[in-house]
């Protein structure tokens, strides 16, 4: 392996191997599998073995696009490796030059004259106007149909983006793209990206590039591109002329991967099209291409076969699922696997990776799966993790398959992959044969050597993406894919070790079903048990209907619309946010770091808790504005993001940014202003009276009250509940509170009961559960929850929990009702205070709004004042506010100025300080700039003629 | 179509029948596997009307003299109240007009008002002229009607009236004075796309 990968699929192989269909799915298998470790983004491994990262240069060189340059020697093959290392895939390179595609703000005919310019397959990707949505705009070739450009709609639903026309959908739009640049689907071709994209060799070459944005592609670098001899299609190696030595020895494989990178694009399935639905994308040049169940289906088991033969690791179907999960969700694949250790698939992942670092199979107990754990960069730094060394009892082969066969489905990398290489001419093998044949087949046939490089490259590849993908690993896809038994894992990895690569598809299919290496070094420290718990899914290759355990089926119904992306997009778009609160060197971050320490530091400047919390509030829902505008986050939200979807996840990100790192410090805050107000006394005493009466003297009629066990549940909930940070996740666990009650209530009844029963039988149990804190959570959430969600459900109960509290609160007061009348209005008047947006007085969550302003004068040089500008003050009125600061005789001579470095512009009467101040801040670059408040340079002083008129004296 | 959400107040003496009546108007034509909420006192509902779709976020409240005091809270932000008044009992009339007028002083602005005097099935033991119910609410420019949530009478006309009186937005685009536009917006010339 070591030496050079050879691919134990020569270009040809495919084609001998009785040109199964099977065989074509598991060179799409491996292709895919090299195509996830280019989505890797850190390579360095610690632990890796010299042989297998030798192994995986040779592969590498197949994986990767290949430069046209680089191509044939070693030497050449290392921009292969440094590819690799940097994981450059075509999803890397989008995202990372998105300044230069993704040009929102530009108009239809500006498109369309960059595009002209371009060769057929070139796109970009606006908005418009007129449609309200994003429009991927492609270059046509010239003889095709009068119009040069065409425009694909893209459809942003609830939780994915797909083209207008099209039945896949992607759980973001670089994803998207990437696909469509392997795959042409509705597109009349696939897309192509220009040259210096396609060919960069460096991260930083695409950082240049990405530098120039929308002026990339006027400049010298984009148009030099071009002109270069290279091959139509700048992603697939294959096509690249000159292949590295270990390439030719792989190059069946690396044939099958042109397009390669799209692969982390996870589709979601949403017509499910018969399996003969599937077409290579040569013979059908026009209609849409729908190939992706059957094929992909196919591809997966393939791939697993080749997989374990090769490595002597069978790949676990865990690895298929890791490779869609990663395809999917690339960056948060950490946490994700932090998050959710009872997911299996997403576990599996991080196996893949360290079998990919360590291709050797590792007997010994998984290592700490370090990479999994660290969600950042070092994914690839994972250590290669041992398989299971326990070897696992031998699986029933066609459950494996199926299962396989259903995760690859599901993946959309997969299906990237497979239709990429798909389009390739010579790779694909006729697609005759039956599974279960090649099932049979695989089984016991040993790995030649070459294959095993592959493998390993695969399986890398593999790791990188399911270190991904781990967000995704709810999706059902991905669940899915769960291997049944982890032992047979291990025991497939051991007899691949032992064993040399095999070429023969039997053996594939035990490893298949194996699917060892794919378990996640976290599952099986963490918990060795959840292997169990995966459920495989199974398809049955040549009806393409799916088999799906019943338990799994309706997961699977509700995700197909969706696919596997459900929760990821926005995990990873919370967590982009959050990385960007911490990064002081951000304006955000600055705002976000600034504003808790001074709340750290100073709560004890509010008058009242509600005071406190409605200041809490109203910064967040500042930033949430701050952030919609911004450009500072990079990618922008709304490529990741469907547009009625990101205040929702603004809103997730700023309880987890502000809240989150806040939530004992206003716990603390909140208790001493119930304290030193006396409240917390007074509802004490009046808790303890009010838990001595009986439902009926609280006004229940009639209702079944709960039981003291029932209340001691309750209890529970509210604790539980006190825990969260989030006000939506404790409004959620209110909810599931008044559900019980009004589960109680009813009693099997089945009768439906109203405010008028329900709000007394509330008011019981809050005085039965005898917590004063409860009444500072109510305080919390009210406050602190979106207001957007107060008129709903979540609203209304936190109502009535408030009411509840109200009536409790003063339950002694012979005039109660008084009472809570003058005090629900103050409540009242507060609440509108809030929801009205703009406070009269400034306070903490201000100081975003001050605005510094330096005085410039001729003779005394700078002073400098903070002032308060908020963002809709004007230029105008900021200038009368500096002449009354600095006590400027003459003001009409005076003008603000927006100072950066050598030039100066004075600002119009009708801008906005503060918003050129956050744009400025939110520049990619940071520039260093002032406002001035200064003289005028009068024109008229510069001309000496024109003094004499006397405008110089009024100057002066 | 557009989704209004509409939050609407119900507002009457315990015992009048005001969960009954939305939960007649929830539960017709309704399938249970959509149900979303969690009991009968918030419900929703989503009716077409005109070009908009709207959707009524239903808040009862506790008709106790008791709770009284927290009905502020409910009916605060309401685009529309109804009070329900029980036609075979004259207390819940008087009743009645008390919310009317609190909703006058204290109520949002705008708010429609809609009485409903229900068990109109329980005709021969009626205690409130449907007369003189229906000149106060004129007096006050309240829709009015007489319901049986019992028999499912007028229940779908009583949300339809209120409907209608909810005026249309009449500009979707404005834009909240908190928010700040920075550069990021399409320009202005783009227009057609394909």
């Known amino acids: 392996m070591a030496s050079g990968s050879p691919p134990r699929n020569p270009p040809s192989g495919l084609t001998d191997r009785s040109g199964s269909f099977f065989k074509l799915i598991d060179t799409f298998a491996l292709e895919i599998g090299e195509l996830k470790r280019e989505m890797v983004q850190t390579s360095p491994t610690v632990d890796k073995e010299p042989m297998d990262l030798q192994g995986l240069e040779s592969e590498v060189g197949g994986v990767y696009l290949q430069s046209p340059h680089c191509g044939g020697v070693g030497g050449e093959r290392d921009s292969g490796y440094d590819s690799l290392r940097r994981r450059m895939s075509v999803l890397d390179r989008l995202t990372q030059t998105h300044p230069v595609w993704l040009l929102l703000a530009v108009s239809e005919e500006e498109a369309c004259r960059i595009l002209l310019k371009q060769p057929p397959g070139v796109f970009l990707v606006r908005k418009s106007g007129a449609l309200q949505r994003k429009v991927l705009c492609v270059r046509l070739k010239e003889d095709q149909s009068g119009t040069p450009i065409s425009h694909f709609p893209v459809r942003e639903s609830q939780y994915t983006f797909s083209l207008e026309e099209s039945g896949i959908s992607f759980a973001d739009l670089f994803r998207l793209v990437a696909f469509y640049c392997i795959s042409r689907d509705v597109l009349p071709f696939t897309l192509k990206l220009p040259e210096a994209i396609a060919s960069a060799k460096t991260q930083k070459e695409l950082e240049e590039v990405a530098q120039l944005g929308a002026g990339f592609w006027d400049s010298a670098l984009c148009s030099q591109r071009r002109s270069s001899p290279r091959p139509c299609r700048p992603l697939s190696r294959t096509l690249s002329p000159q292949p590295t030595n270990r390439n030719r020895k792989a190059e069946g494989s690396e044939h099958r991967h042109p397009g390669a990178h799209c692969d982390s694009a996870p589709p979601t399935l949403r017509s499910r099209s018969p399996p003969a639905s599937f077409h290579q994308e040569r013979r059908h040049s026009g209609g849409r291409l729908c190939f992706v169940n059957p094929l992909f289906l196919q591809t997966h088991h393939h791939h697993h076969h080749r997989r374990r033969r090769c490595e002597g690791r069978p790949p676990s179907p865990n690895n298929l699922e890791n490779a869609g999960k990663s395809s999917v969700t690339p960056l948060n694949s950490s946490q994700a696997a932090t998050t959710r250790p009872k997911s299996m698939p997403e576990a599996a992942t991080v196996s893949t990776r360290q079998q990919q670092q360590s291709p050797s199979r590792r007997p010994a107990p998984a290592r700490p799966p370090m990479g999994a754990k660290h969600s950042s960069p070092s994914k690839s730094a994972t250590s290669p993790i041992p398989v299971p060394s326990n070897p696992p009892p031998p699986r029933p082969k066609k459950p494996d398959l199926e299962a396989h066969r259903c995760h690859i489905a599901l993946d959309d990398e997969t299906i990237a992959k497979a239709l990429s290489r798909a389009k390739l001419p010579p790779c694909q093998p006729p697609p005759a044969v039956p599974a279960e044949a090649l099932l049979e087949n695989n089984a016991g046939s040993p790995s030649t050597p070459k294959e095993r490089g592959r493998q390993r490259l695969s399986d890398m590849s593999m790791s990188t993406s399911s270190s991904d993908s781990l967000e995704y690993s709810q999706s059902p896809g991905f669940s899915l894919g769960l291997a049944q038994s982890p032992s047979r894992h291990l025991n497939h990895q051991d007899r691949v070790e032992d064993s040399s690569e095999d070429d023969e598809d039997g053996e594939e299919d035990e490893d298949e079903d194996y699917g060892v290496g794919l378990e996640t070094d976290l599952e099986m420290h963490l918990r060795p048990s959840l292997k169990a718990r995966r459920r495989r899914v199974g398809v049955s290759l040549g009806g393409g209907s799916f088999i799906l355990p019943r338990a799994l089926k309706g997961r699977f119904r509700k995700m197909s619309g969706m696919l596997s992306s459900f929760m990821t997009p926005e995990r990873r778009a919370v967590k982009r946010i959050a990385e960007l609160s911490r990064d002081k060197s951000s304006y955000f971050g600055s705002l976000v770091q600034d504003y808790i320490s001074f709340v750290q530091e100073n709560r004890g400047c509010h008058t009242s808790g509600v005071d406190f919390l409605q200041t809490l509030r109203q910064f967040m829902t500042q930033m949430k504005a701050y952030l919609r505008q911004s450009s500072e986050l990079d990618p922008p939200l709304e490529s990741l993001i469907p547009e009625d979807q990101i205040d929702q996840v603004l809103e997730k990100a700023m309880h987890k940014c502000v809240l989150k790192p806040l939530k004992s410090v206003i716990e603390v805050a909140l208790h001493d202003f119930q304290v030193s107000s006396g409240a917390l006394q007074q509802l004490r005493e009046n808790l303890a009276l009010a838990k001595t009466k009986r439902p009926q003297e609280l006004g229940v009629d009639g209702a079944v009250p709960p039981d003291p066990m029932a209340i001691e549940k309750i209890r529970h909930k509210f604790l539980n509940m006190r825990k969260m940070y989030s006000p939506e996740k404790k409004v959620s666990l209110l909810l599931r509170v008044c559900k019980l009650i009004y589960t109680i209530m009813q009693d099997n009844s089945g009768r439906m009961y109203g405010a008028d029963d329900f709000l007394p039988m509330l008011t019981y149990v809050v005085a039965q559960c005898d917590m004063p804190q409860l009444d500072t959570d109510i305080q919390y959430m009210m406050e602190l929850l979106d207001p957007s969600l107060l008129q709903g459900e979540g609203g209304y109960y936190l109502t009535s929990a408030y009411g509840a509290m109200s009536l409790i609160r003063n339950f002694q007061e012979e005039q109660a009702a008084r009472v809570l009348s003058s005090e629900a209005r103050n409540t009242l008047h507060q609440w509108h205070q809030r929801r009205t947006t703009q406070r009269t007085a400034p306070t903490v969550d201000d100081f975003q709004n001050y605005l510094r302003v330096a005085l410039q004068e001729v003779d005394t040089g700078c002073t400098a004042k903070t002032l308060i500008v908020h963002p809709y003050t004007t230029t105008e009125e900021v200038c009368s506010l500096c002449a009354y600061k600095f006590k400027i005789p003459d003001p009409d001579t005076y003008a603000l100025f927006l100072v950066t470095g050598d030039t100066r512009q004075q600002l119009a009467p009708d801008t906005h300080p503060q918003r050129i101040k956050a744009e400025l801040h939110s520049r990619p670059r940071a520039q260093i700039f002032h406002f001035v408040f200064r003289k005028v340079p009068n024109l008229n002083l510069c001309i000496p003629a024109l003094m004499n008129n006397g405008n110089c004296l009024q100057v002066e | ?194």
């Open chain 2, 1 to 194: 179509m557009a989704i209004r959400e509409l939050k609407v107040c119900l507002l009457g003496d315990t015992g009048v029948g005001k969960s009954s009546i939305v939960c007649r108007f929830v539960q017709d034509h309704f399938d249970h596997n959509i149900s979303p909420t969690i009991g009968a006192s918030f419900l929703t509902k989503t009716v077409p009307s005109g070009n908009e779709l709207h959707k009524f976020l239903i808040w009862d409240t506790a008709g106790q003299e008791r709770f009284h005091s927290l009905a502020p809270m409910y009916y605060r932000g309401s685009a529309a109240a109804v009070i329900v008044y029980d036609i075979t009992k004259l207390d819940s009339f008087q009743t009645l007009k008390k919310w009317v007028k609190e909703l006058k002083e204290h109520g949002p602005e705008d708010i429609v008002v809609a009485i409903a005097g229900n068990k109109n099935d329980l005709g021969d033991i009626r205690e409130v002229p449907m007369k003189e119910a229906k000149e106060f609410a004129e007096s006050i420019a309240a829709v009015f009607i007489e319901t049986s949530a019992r028999n499912a009478v007028n229940v779908e006309e009583l949300f339809q009236k209120i409907s209608k009186q909810i005026p249309p937005l009449e500009n979707p685009e404005v834009e909240s004075n908190e928010s700040f536009k920075l550069t990021r917006q399409p320009a202005a010339s783009a227009r057609r796309c394909c």
